[in-house]
């Protein structure tokens, strides 16, 4: 039997997707510094190693990167949460799953989650309106598992919607004020995690 050729690899999409990497690293970076506002095409560039003309070759503008992070982001983290939701786990050890994991990523990735939280409106209303739905996924999980706990007496809080609301906003507030290597007395973004998640528990009115 004749051993097949070797497939050629397909050097310009290897080459593309490498360019877009860099400049979707570089934008996080740019942006997380300088904010999105204060960030130019020219910036972002520059950090990739790339000339501000090839830019344009794989993002039409400054505003289609920052969808581009926003959008991996919002549903990265919408299929992580999904993925700690096991058949059989009570209410109280899914919520405390949901949240460590939704607040692990908010402290590891600290830099694009507070891009992606606090620069949203940046986006057109068009690009805003997809990671809507994205962020109504996220709201919907959550409250499904409050309600679920209310429903079963685990919870005590009598506003799910509301409820919801604080347990993400906490969440999402972690990525404003954690920072890697602070010093010897911070915290990890373990202990963050895990803090977190028992916080949770207690703002529903948790009964175990």
Not at 50 to 78: C, N, Q, T, W
Not at 167 to 183: C, E, H, K, Q, T
Request: no cysteine.
């Amino acid at each position: 039997m004749t051993p097949s050729a070797p497939q050629p690899v397909d050097s310009s999409a290897s080459s593309a997707s490498s360019a877009r990497s860099r400049l979707l690293a570089a934008a996080i970076t740019a942006f997380g510094e300088r904010g999105f506002h204060g960030t130019t095409t020219r910036d972002i560039a520059t950090a990739a190693g790339m000339s501000p003309a090839a830019l344009y070759v794989h993002h039409r503008s400054k505003e289609d990167l920052l969808y581009a992070i926003s959008f991996e982001g919002h549903e990265s983290l919408l299929e992580l949460m999904r993925a700690t939701v096991v058949d059989g786990q009570t209410p109280t050890e899914r919520l405390r799953a949901v949240m460590h994991a939704f607040v692990l990523r908010h402290a590891l990735d600290h830099t694009r989650a507070r891009i992606i939280n606090y620069d949203l409106e940046a986006l057109t209303p068009e690009h805003r309106a997809e990671i809507v739905v994205l962020r109504r996924g996220m709201d919907a999980l959550v409250r499904q598992i409050v309600e679920d706990g209310v429903a079963t007496g685990e919870f005590t809080t009598t506003d799910a919607r509301l409820t919801t609301l604080a347990l993400l906003s906490l969440g999402v507030d972690v990525s404003r004020w954690f920072r890697d290597n602070a010093g010897p007395h911070a915290w990890s973004a373990q202990d963050v995690a895990t803090h977190y998640a028992g916080l949770a528990l207690q703002l529903v009115g948790a009964t175990d």
